[in-house]
């Protein structure tokens, strides 16, 4: 008689819980998206959607996975720019991840500093590397710039009070006031804690 082997069990790759918020907020960023709520910018003609604080809080409540697909499902309505820029709104929820436990330790500990580190932190990121991917895109690829320098310092000086509030501002509200929620229980890789 030959013993049979039972393989091991797979592990998923999100949890119930990642996979709920997952839906659920890019479900909102997908549905804002899609009908048009959107913020006025400084320059002529320019909207900012309210994914970028989706892609935020997903990346704060659900992991970098999370983060990402909310990008995803946030561009996906937007024709002509979603489809072919999505992997541009990657940078927020891997960053984002990557230092959010180790602010949020520091938030359980002393609120008012953690609170600040956080909102500094995030908006360090948007005002650097998350404005120079997109300068790069308006300038290299749209070519809407001259410069990948004319169009960061654009999109950053006259941008900041919008993407500030989208990017820093929410999230930040969202860790001061609803701080259980907002716990950081997910990992990086699945089966991992």
Same mark, same amino acid.
């Given at each position: 008689?030959? &013993?049979?082997?039972?393989?091991?069990?797979?592990?998923?790759?999100?949890? +119930?819980?990642?996979?709920?918020?997952?839906?659920?907020?890019?479900?909102?960023?997908?549905?804002?998206? *899609?009908?048009?709520? =959107?913020?006025?910018?400084?320059?002529?003609?320019?909207?900012?959607?309210?994914?970028?604080?989706?892609?935020?809080?997903?990346?704060?409540? *659900?992991?970098?996975?999370?983060?990402?697909?909310?990008?995803?499902?946030?561009?996906?309505?937007?024709?002509?720019?979603?489809?072919?820029?999505?992997?541009?709104?990657?940078?927020?929820?891997?960053?984002? +991840? +990557?230092?959010?436990?180790?602010?949020?330790?520091?938030?359980?500990?002393?609120?008012?500093?953690?609170?600040?580190?956080?909102?500094?932190?995030?908006?360090?990121?948007?005002?650097?590397?998350?404005?120079l991917l997109f300068a790069w895109w308006f300038s290299a690829v749209t070519e809407s710039f001259p410069t990948v320098a004319s169009a960061w310092y654009y999109i950053t000086v006259t941008g900041t009070p919008i993407f500030g509030w989208i990017y820093a501002?929410?999230?930040?509200?969202?860790? +001061?006031?609803?701080?259980?929620?907002? &716990?950081?229980?997910?990992? =990086?890789?699945?089966?991992?804690?």
């Amino acid at each position: 008689m030959t &013993e049979e082997k039972i393989p091991p069990r797979r592990r998923p790759f999100m949890s +119930a819980r990642q996979v709920a918020l997952t839906a659920v907020i890019g479900g909102i960023a997908f549905l804002c998206e *899609a009908i048009g709520l =959107w913020a006025p910018t400084p320059w002529p003609g320019g909207t900012i959607n309210i994914g970028g604080f989706a892609i935020t809080l997903a990346a704060m409540v *659900a992991g970098p996975w999370s983060g990402m697909i909310v990008g995803w499902l946030d561009l996906a309505p937007m024709a002509g720019f979603g489809p072919i820029a999505g992997w541009l709104y990657w940078w927020t929820p891997l960053y984002t +991840a +990557a230092t959010y436990p180790f602010i949020y330790k520091l938030v359980m500990k002393n609120k008012p500093l953690g609170v600040g580190v956080f909102f500094v932190n995030q908006l360090v990121n948007m005002m650097t590397i998350h404005n120079l991917l997109f300068a790069w895109w308006f300038s290299a690829v749209t070519e809407s710039f001259p410069t990948v320098a004319s169009a960061w310092y654009y999109i950053t000086v006259t941008g900041t009070p919008i993407f500030g509030w989208i990017y820093a501002v929410l999230p930040t509200i969202v860790l +001061a006031t609803a701080t259980k929620f907002v &716990e950081p229980r997910w990992t =990086w890789f699945p089966g991992r804690k």
